[in-house]
């Protein structure tokens, strides 16, 4: 209609130059007079005030017509101060409560106009890398239905946006490790950096605006060779190139499709990564990406003759019933290792025990989170609830304290072995040092109860974790061997040679000074400790170590 305007303007303007009358104009081209004189007139005003191209393309802005909205303009601006995530339904009924009569589709386009005025877009600039040089990972959790919630990761590499897609149901440090150990095989290399977020498991917190990266991460990132690059925070345009692949998944993958079980997403999305995303076209090329990953494979990095080993390690005191429990379940190991501290190196399928000195003592496959399975263990023999007799050796083997007051309390007791096996179980927050002091002072108030070595413990002792015991045994068996290979502290006073050029002294004797600035001895030093007789056996004091230390001031049990 617009060009067929412009015709018409154009005939009766070059009529009228011709001198035909406005009648006869109108006679010709079937219009009404009063048509022509509103062309005259529009004429006239274009070429006094002139007109843009804008609006010689658009036409002339219309006036604004007034809205049933108008008068409640400055109620409306308030309910949306006080309630940011107000929608268009609950403001409708406010508005009518306040007297208005209009319809939902004018609140709802007041609405989202109100809100598109006020929302702050920022322009994101495309970086692009260099080949080999980047790759991007992230989470994004789905709720595939009402009981069925994954999580999804995505890789990308930033050159041939090859991707790489897993699902899992939890977003732990192992998990993660697993993931981009799969990524990278799945690449057929390394890429030099890796950008993500803050998620847990890589960044432990962040200070000064500087992210903390978890020491385990770093220790992945060293042994494949890539540096960590964490985005800024609440910055998801900065990973853009992750989070694009999101997107698609969601309205290619997910939509449309129903899913029972987590095994078949797993499945379903390890075909559709193939066959579908990993053939979609390059955004600057047009080939397809996997020709591009082929491309950039040369220039990654080359992955380790082994794969990092991802397992979590931690530690355990095996039960009276020869049993350690992980993740509600119970896993058998031998009984000669009842109330050992023993390492559990958890993977993905199978779950192996260690003791202290790294030999394996069990290997068992991993059941269910949360499944409560006590696995069973038919070559033992049957036999009662409690061996007393092992249960008395393991609390015998922590000194002669330990063993006076098991005698005493299988004397006293008539069912001795839950208090037994009660003893052995406080290792999981107490070291056995700190239990045999607990025990002394129980001996000299007749106190031989399991309960009552548990109240002095709370008392008087700081509980610690088995790691941190470990730790500490760990310390003092070095002490142990070096005391035939000590160490001699150089002298202080031997540094003034870089300043003054005098030669120092070769011997603390030329120093007194230097000697009392020396702490002396502690007796109570983790190295005085006894140690497993094994030489790495259990935590906690040997059948031959010296007794316990100073005795804590006397407390009621």
Known sequence: MREERRHLIYEVVRRLRQGESQRGIGRALRIATKTIRRIVLDQAERRESGESCLERELGPKRTPRGSKLDKYEEQIAAWLEQYPDLTAVRLLQKLRAAGFDGKYTVVRLYLKKWRGARREKTAVQVVETAVGQQSQFDWSPYDLAATLKVQVWSDTLSWSRGRSFFSSDNTRQTTILNCLRGSFEAFEGVPAECVTDSMPGVVDRWECNRPIINVRFV????????????????????????????????????????????????????????????????????????????????HLKPLPRKPYDTRDVVTRVVDAYAYVQHETNF??????????????????????????????????????????????????????????????????????????????????????????????????????????????????????????????????????????????????????????????????????????????????????????????????????AGTDPAGAGRVGPGPDAPGPGPEPDRAEP
Request: hydrophobic residues 35%.
């Open 331 to 528: 896993y058998p190991v031998p009984e000669e290792n009842i109330g050992d501290v023993v390492y559990l190196c958890v993977g993905v399928d199978r779950i192996e025990v260690f003791d202290c000195g790294v030999h394996r003592i069990a290997d068992h496959e991993r059941l269910p989170e949360g499944a409560g399975i006590r696995i069973p263990d038919p070559s033992r023999a049957k036999r009662g609830r409690y061996d007393l007799t092992l249960l008395t050796e393991r609390l015998a083997a922590w000194g002669s304290v330990a063993e006076d007051f098991v005698r005493h309390l299988r004397d006293q007791k008539r069912c001795a072995g839950p208090e037994l096996a009660h003893l052995l179980g406080l290792q999981a927050h107490w070291s056995a040092d700190d239990i045999v002091r607990a025990m002394r002072h129980a001996i000299d108030y007749d106190a031989y109860e399991g309960r009552s070595i548990e109240r002095i413990l709370r008392a008087k002792f700081n509980p610690r974790s088995l790691a941190e015991q470990l730790a500490d045994s760990t310390k003092a068996r070095i002490q142990e061997r070096m005391r035939d290979h000590p160490i001699r502290q150089r002298p202080l006073a031997s540094y003034k040679v870089l300043r003054t050029g005098d030669s120092p002294p070769t011997t603390l004797e030329d120093h007194p000074d230097e000697q009392q600035d020396r702490e002396p001895p502690d007796p109570l030093a983790p190295g005085d």
């Open 219 to 298: 220790d992945f990132a060293a042994y494949y060779g890539f540096a960590v690059h964490i985005a800024p925070r609440a910055d998801g345009a900065y990973k853009g190139k992750v989070e694009r692949p999101f997107w698609f998944l969601e309205i290619n993958l997910l939509n449309g499709r129903t899913f029972r079980s987590h095994a078949e997403f797993a499945e379903a999305l390890a075909w559709w990564t193939m066959n579908v995303a990993m053939q979609q076209p390059h955004p600057d090329t047009g080939r397809p990406i996997l020709e591009m990953v082929a491309l950039e494979k040369p």
